[in-house]
């Protein structure tokens, strides 16, 4: 018989000590971890960030309700207090991770956006059209050089 090759999955599982973002509800936007799987629709959540304005309380949330994001607590028993979780979560520097993660940025970038008025949204036209023109204007100089 052949040698098979066993490795393990790039998926992002269901484990307790992942991070997931809140998709929805009040806590819509902001970072927890997962501290207990109740079933296979819903899991126990606890968020313990710095600021008190993305903090999320303990609550069982549906995983519909998640998305599970590529950062994990290490070695977080089940069912861990909100202190226990806390005391990782500032060791491990999930925040920190979070913002300089390119998903984070862009997620910061629309909401931005998002936030502009008629005239700023006219005025990001007018720059990407100038620097659109200055990149022709090198390729066509390029051309003509070479």
Do not use: Y
């Not at 490795?7 to 929805?24: F, P």
């Not at 309380?57 to 909100?82: F, H, N």
């Not at 500032?90 to 925040?95: N, Q, R, S, V």
């Not at 005025?123 to 022709?136: D, G």
């Amino acid at each position: 018989m052949g040698d098979a090759e066993i490795k393990a999955s790039q998926w992002r599982l269901v484990e307790v000590g992942r991070v997931v973002l809140v998709h929805g509800g009040p806590s819509d936007g902001k970072l927890a971890a997962i501290v207990e799987i109740i079933d296979h629709k819903r899991v126990l959540i606890d968020g313990p960030s710095s600021e008190t304005d993305t903090a999320v309380p303990r609550q069982a949330i549906p995983l519909a309700k998640c998305i599970l994001t590529p950062l994990v607590l290490e070695k977080l028993p089940r069912g861990a207090r909100t202190g226990t979780v806390k005391n990782q979560w500032l060791k491990a520097g999930i925040e920190a991770k979070w913002q300089e993660s390119a998903w984070a940025k862009k997620r910061a970038q629309v909401k931005r956006r998002r936030a502009l008025t008629d005239f700023e949204r006219f005025k990001v036209m007018r720059f990407k059209k100038q620097a659109r023109f200055e990149i022709r204007k090198a390729v066509a100089k390029a051309k003509a050089a070479a």
